[in-house]
């Protein structure tokens, strides 16, 4: 294809795999990217050593463009009297387990800013592409990244967000509509969330704005590339329908849930990690539904807690208290390699452009 997300990035189908941080993989990224699309890798829950590691072997595994996605939430605002009752409240289910509950909530992802090391770290790797999610960067970095020719997106959740961005100067705005699975990329989650679906979400923002659109939730297959291709956006793009494949960093049970009925039912949880983000419903969703908002920490402080738990209860079988993110179509995805899966799907583009 020859639109402007292709244009600008390089590829030949305008389809990105979802960064997916702590599941896409190098190899993912990379099988996706040689298949013709826009592979990418979050390092988003990655320390600079670690973040430098991942994007020398996605260069190692391909030349041809990918990109990398970076969290710019607020710094969580830190209420005592909040996280010990949070860390209190668990107890018990961590006795369950035999394990005991941290002592104190920790920030386990800072949030990235213009003075990050991360910066440099993706520069020197040179991505084709740099997104970023519950936020914007401050504008210096939005310079830094231009000046080496790098474009760069950003996730709206609503038209006042998608406003934010084109005025930032970012290049495409990812409208993420309420089936997409994990985390919202609200920029305040304190505000309420106009949990749009992807489909008026994106009518709502090309109708506002002539920037362009990458649609993003509930895509499953070249069926709903094409109809979103028609609404108007660039590109779309997907991160559940990629979670089966083999090259994703998924564990043996978020990867047995999404086989199994229970992928047809998801929800949205803030409980898990301070922000809300879509789970296959799990143990952790039904111990923790009907939890007060204002009980949970803030992200990524209640993050530090969901994963002591989920190590508890995996070392002792039981494998419901995982981040089990996914979308609303989560019960469509297909166990095929990455780049097949790519192949797959622009055939069933074509097909249904045709039909």
């Known amino acids: 294809m020859d639109n402007r997300l292709c244009r600008a990035l390089q590829i030949n189908f305008p389809l990105i795999q979802a960064p997916m941080a702590g599941v896409s993989t190098p190899e993912l990224a990379a099988a996706v990217s040689n298949a013709g699309a826009l592979g990418s890798v979050s390092v988003g829950a ?51 387990y035999g394990a005991q509950p941290p002592a104190s909530l920790t920030e386990i992802y800072p949030t990235f800013n213009a003075d990050s090391p991360m910066l440099d770290v993706i520069l020197d790797a040179m991505p084709a592409a740099v997104s970023f999610h519950f936020g914007l960067p401050e504008p210096r970095v939005l310079d830094r990244l231009k000046s080496r020719g790098i474009a760069t ?19 495409f705005i990812v409208a993420q509509g309420i089936e997409a699975g994990g985390h919202r990329g609200m920029f305040d989650p304190e505000k309420a969330d106009a949990q749009m679906s992807t489909l008026a979400l994106v009518q709502a923002i090309l109708s506002d704005s002539d920037h362009p659109v990458i649609a993003a939730g509930g895509i ?131 097909a249904a452009l045709s039909a």
Not at 50 to 68: G, W
Not at 159 to 170: D, F, K, M, N, P
Request: proline share 5%; with cysteine.
């Open 46 to 96: 990655s320390n600079p050593a670690q973040a430098s590691a991942m994007l020398t072997r996605l260069c190692e595994l391909t030349t041809a463009p990918f990109n990398v996605n970076l969290f710019c939430h607020t710094p969580p605002a830190r209420n005592a009297e909040c996280e010990n009752s949070w860390i209190e409240r668990f107890r018990p289910l961590f006795a369950q």
């Open 153 to 171: 997106l950003a996730s709206a959740t609503s038209v006042e967000e998608a406003r934010l961005i084109a005025q930032a100067g970012v290049d």
């Open 220 to 350: 499953m297959d070249g069926k709903g590339i094409a109809a979103m291709i028609k609404l108007g956006v660039t590109g779309v793009q997907m991160g559940t329908a990629f979670i089966l494949c083999p090259e994703s960093a998924a564990n043996a049970a978020w990867r047995a849930a999404l086989k199994s009925d229970a992928a047809a039912h998801t929800e949205l949880t803030a409980a898990i990690s301070g922000r809300p983000a879509r789970s296959i419903r799990n143990a952790f969703c039904d111990v923790t539904r009907g939890i007060s908002a204002k009980a949970i920490p803030a992200y990524p402080l209640t993050y530090a807690l969901g994963k002591a738990l989920n190590a508890a209860a995996a070392a002792q079988g039981e494998h419901g208290f995982g981040a089990q993110w996914a979308g609303q179509g989560a019960m469509l995805a297909r166990e095929l390699p990455a780049g097949q899966l790519v192949q797959t799907l622009k055939a069933e583009y074509q």
